[in-house]
């Protein structure tokens, strides 16, 4: 069954460290990865995405993202932590299914900053 | 270029009773996906509009209802309402189906609480 896994269900950084959250899925074919970031009350706002190509993919707010075949992960990084950067993320893998393409998303990770 | 929008922003409603939720999706896109989340949760995916015929749909009871109009805004209509709806619900617009390529993108959501 296709799922995804975010092991960490809360994390805490200081302002000015790195950052990595953990992703992992498991999907029959070739996944279609992202990750949302909501802050509280909030819809979800794209970071970024992964079709094919590169594995190591950039997105916005100083985000990446590196895709690993033989782990099944899509962990997000971010070298340098700020305060705005405290929310919810989220990772999910596209289902593909007789023409219909749904989201199945993580539980996501809460993050707090440090100042 | 106008993002997705989604009304009310809130709303209280009663067990028994029920509830429309309206979406406007972003221009240019033809699908529109409706996720529910709930407290603490990911979303999950409710069903998905395109051109205006339903194409896909999540693990939920027919009292969960859609529309898709011609200009591709949509509504949540939930029917019968249970403790258990009280959620943030979430809609999607994305661009058309392209073998799972596209992006869904989100508006900021509706948060029902059902007393």
């Known amino acids: 069954a296709q799922s995804v896994t975010q092991p960490d269900i809360h994390i805490t950084v200081s302002e000015g460290a790195s950052l990595e959250l953990r992703c992992n899925y498991s999907?029959?074919?070739?996944?279609?990865l992202f990750w949302y970031v909501q802050s509280p009350g909030q819809g979800l706002q794209l970071l970024l995405k992964y079709f094919s190509g590169d594995t190591l993919v950039q997105g916005i707010k100083g985000f990446e993202a590196e895709f690993k075949r033989s782990q099944s992960s899509f962990n997000l990084r971010k070298p340098s932590v700020h305060w705005s950067d405290a929310a919810e993320y989220f990772c999910?893998?596209?289902?593909?299914?007789?023409?219909?393409?749904?989201?199945?998303f993580g539980a996501g990770t809460r993050l707090a900053v440090h100042p | 270029e106008t993002g997705v929008t989604q009304s009310p922003t809130h709303l209280i409603k009663t067990r028994g009773q029920q509830v429309t939720l309206r979406c406007s999706s972003q221009s240019g896109h033809n699908t529109v996906s409706w996720y529910q989340q709930a407290l603490g949760q990911g979303p999950q995916f409710i069903f998905q509009?395109?051109?205006?015929?339903?194409?896909g749909r999540g693990n939920f009871p027919p009292r969960f209802s859609g529309l898709q109009f011609p200009n591709y805004s949509s509504e949540l209509n939930v029917n019968a309402l249970e403790l258990d709806d009280s959620a943030l619900y979430l809609c999607a617009s994305s661009p058309d189906l392209a073998g799972g390529q596209e992006t869904q993108y989100f508006g900021p959501g509706t948060r029902l609480l059902v007393l």
């Open positions: 509009y395109y051109r205006e015929e339903e194409n």
């Open positions: 999907y029959g074919a070739t996944p279609y």
């Open positions: 999910a893998v596209a289902f593909l299914s007789g023409g219909y393409n749904k989201l199945i």
